[in-house]
């Protein structure tokens, strides 16, 4: 990694120090979140902000989540190395990213063709090679994809899709943000049991929307 682009020591820290203090508590992820670099992943005029626990644009009018947002929706996941996980809104790959590192495969799907190149290029250069980034309609899951141990949905959805749903394997964990696409959401998380789906409603948070079809530009 280029020096210049070396975070400061003391963002890392006060960046592990927020995680922990706002409740994240799972060593695995915070080893993750410790190791995978941010920096990489975020445009390169934000780079010094990239620790900061806040949100930050990226392309296509997107952006990437903020640290505690990533860190809980993952520790929600309870992921165990021979996971098959399913995200939908790749953007610039920080969350399969993050992912990656504490399962077995990871597809991710992205509508913006800009956001899956870039995405799958940047993953490919850092060594991520257990994930698959597809240009794709997260509402339309393709049927060859298979079903999965846990999927993640990181943008706003009005209501989680049956069809969604049916992709779980018994035992499986979903969390999607939940909601009106103009203000704020709520982190729904879902496991499927041999009755069902058992819902349980976590933390209020804001995502832009979950949109179907493929992006036509961009």
Same mark, same amino acid.
């Given at each position: 990694?280029?020096?210049?682009?070396?975070?400061?020591?003391?963002?890392?820290?006060?960046?592990?120090?927020?995680?922990?203090?706002?409740?994240?508590?799972?060593?695995?992820?915070?080893?993750?979140?410790?190791?995978?670099?941010?920096?990489?992943?975020?445009?390169?005029?934000?780079?010094?902000?990239?620790?900061?626990?806040?949100?930050?644009?990226?392309?296509?009018?997107?952006?990437?989540?903020?640290?505690?947002?990533?860190?809980?929706?993952?520790?929600?996941?309870?992921? %165990?190395?021979?996971? *098959? /996980?399913?995200?939908?809104?790749? &953007?610039?790959?920080?969350?399969?990213? !993050?992912?990656? =590192?504490?399962?077995?495969?990871?597809?991710?799907?992205?509508?913006?063709?800009?956001?899956?190149?870039?995405?799958?290029?940047?993953?490919?250069?850092?060594?991520?090679?257990?994930?698959?980034?597809?240009?794709?309609?997260?509402?339309?899951?393709?049927?060859g994809a298979g079903d999965f141990d846990r999927i993640i949905v990181t943008a706003a959805m009005e209501q989680i899709?049956?069809?969604?749903?049916?992709?779980?394997?018994?035992?499986?964990?979903?969390?999607?943000?939940?909601?009106?696409?103009?203000?704020? %959401?709520?982190?729904? *998380? /879902?496991?499927?049991?041999?009755? &069902?789906?058992?819902?349980?409603?976590? !933390?209020?948070? =804001?995502?832009?929307?979950?949109?179907?079809?493929?992006?036509?530009?961009l």
């Open positions: 990694m280029n020096m210049a682009l070396k975070p400061d020591p003391t963002e890392k820290m006060m960046f592990q120090l927020t995680l922990r203090r706002r409740g994240v508590s799972d060593q695995a992820v915070l080893r993750t979140m410790e190791e995978v670099p941010r920096e990489m992943f975020v445009d390169p005029r934000d780079r010094n902000e990239a620790y900061r626990d806040s949100a930050l644009a990226i392309a296509c009018g997107q952006t990437i989540s903020q640290p505690f947002v990533v860190a809980y929706m993952t520790e929600q996941l309870q992921l %165990q190395k021979d996971h *098959r /996980v399913l995200e939908i809104g790749t &953007g610039s790959g920080y969350q399969a990213a !993050v992912l990656s =590192r504490l399962c077995k495969q990871v597809l991710t799907i992205e509508r913006y063709r800009t956001l899956a190149d870039g995405a799958r290029k940047r993953l490919e250069k850092l060594g991520y090679y257990n994930i698959e980034v597809l240009l794709g309609d997260g509402f339309d899951i393709p049927a899709p049956e069809k969604l749903l049916e992709r779980l394997d018994p035992g499986g964990i979903l969390i999607a943000p939940v909601g009106p696409h103009q203000g704020t %959401q709520t982190l729904v *998380r /879902v496991v499927r049991t041999e009755n &069902g789906f058992d819902r349980k409603e976590l !933390v209020d948070v =804001r995502f832009v929307p979950a949109l179907p079809g493929i992006a036509r530009e």
